[in-house]
């Protein structure tokens, strides 16, 4: 057995011999002649990292200016409204529900006349519809409801103008309108 052991062992070693001397052969000149030249190249250049621009910090400053997207109010009609009164909000009546949004959430959406009382139909930004009428308080500035129209709600809105100054600032709903497509 011993005979048998050891003519294994050199029958598995020839033949791994054998194929260590196949892999060693190369079978891709064209392979072999691209990497040498690769190799010959000169190393290549790496820029440098460029320099960190500091961030410059924006500060917004037109918040309290005309929103671009509503008709411009004449200065006149403001100018005059401040000479008229000195005005202030009343910090001590309870705030109504429409106070809570931003005048320009609120959409009139329609009207209706029940009892004699004209009351307009406005949309939150919930997309809820609220009924209004003239002397109701709507909008983040005091707005405070001074004529209603089937077209349109004017209101009036107190906001800021520096410390314990506040300046009267109009401000018109018009009811939105849907097209409609006839086919």
């Known amino acids: 057995m011993t005979n048998l052991n050891m003519y294994f062992r050199v029958g598995t070693l020839s033949a791994m011999a054998l194929v260590l001397a ?55 009609e403001i100018t005059r409204l401040q000479r008229l009164v000195k005005v202030k909000p009343d910090f001590n009546r309870p705030k109504e529900f429409l106070e809570q949004f931003n ?25 809820s519809v609220h009924r209004i009428k003239m002397g109701n308080y709507l909008g983040k500035n005091h707005g405070h409801v001074v004529e209603l129209t089937e077209n349109y709600v004017s209101v009036i809105e107190i906001v800021s103008n520096g410390p314990d100054e506040w300046v009267e600032r109009p401000h018109k709903l018009p009811l939105k309108t849907v097209e409609t497509k006839v086919k």
């Open 22 to 76: 196949a892999c060693s052969g190369s079978s891709y000149p064209d392979l072999d002649k691209y990497m040498a030249d690769v190799k010959a190249r000169p190393a290549g250049h790496i820029q440098p990292i460029p320099a960190f621009t500091a961030y410059k910090s924006f500060a917004y400053s037109a918040a309290g200016l005309r929103n671009p997207f509503q008709p411009p109010v004449e200065v006149k």
């Open 103 to 127: 005048i320009d959430a609120l959409t009139m959406v329609g009207t209706v006349q029940m009892e004699g009382t004209l009351w307009a139909l406005v949309q939150d930004s919930e997309n």
